[in-house]
């Protein structure tokens, strides 16, 4: 079953590659690195077979369903038990392929977000670096509806925040000191929008 038809209704971004020149940061954005014919394909593919799941998180010293939905893939040979994880799927093995051309980098475990609507978001925050290390290397492939990425400096106020529009079958890395000194979110919004989707493919330290 295909969810949307018509997603030349999804923007695609201006090709091309940008390096932010700014401190204590490495990012780097790609428009159109996956192709408008596969990021239709991953888009309407993941929205249907993947396995959504609600969960908890802590606010304000309680706990709440976080405002999207998200699915956990690792690879089968970290010891850990975790019952919410799932082996890499094909599709998934071939976006980590292209991911880990470009970066040169291995990745192990994927975070699927899923942003139902313009309700759905996330706060600001810094990523948890138990299983990553304090200078995690994040590559993050969006597909469907163009969202807000932003940034801010966690000391420097006088850093203007950095906002960043993710469109469909677009990528950013944050690597280097990024998660060590800014925070980022993708806000809510009032606009009426379809769903998008984002992987962040990660390097968890494996359990002895």
Request: with cysteine; glycine share 4%.
């Amino acid at each position: 079953m295909i969810l949307f038809e018509d997603t030349e209704i999804f923007t695609s971004g201006n090709r091309g590659k940008k390096i932010f020149d700014l401190p204590d940061c490495d990012l780097i954005l790609i428009d159109q690195f996956i192709d408008k014919e596969a990021s239709d394909y991953y888009y309407n593919t993941l929205l249907e077979q993947t396995k959504w799941r609600e969960y908890e998180m802590e606010l304000f010293e309680k706990k709440v369903t976080a405002p999207r939905m998200v699915s956990w893939y690792e690879e089968p040979d970290n010891s850990e038990i975790n019952v919410t994880k799932q082996e890499f799927t094909p599709d998934l093995l071939d976006i980590r392929k292209k991911v880990e051309t470009e970066t040169a980098q291995h990745f192990n475990a994927v975070l699927l977000n899923l942003y139902r609507n313009g309700n759905d978001s996330v706060a600001w925050h810094s990523d948890h670096t138990d299983k990553t290390g304090i200078n995690p290397v994040i590559a993050s492939v969006s597909f469907g509806e163009t969202r807000l990425f932003r940034l801010r400096h966690k000391h420097r106020k006088d850093i203007p925040q950095v906002e960043i529009p993710l469109h469909h079958g677009s990528f950013l890395l944050m690597a280097g000191t990024t998660n060590s000194f800014w925070q980022h979110q993708v806000p809510k919004t009032a606009k009426t929008i379809l769903p998008r989707i984002n992987l962040t493919f990660r390097q968890v330290q494996k359990s002895l």
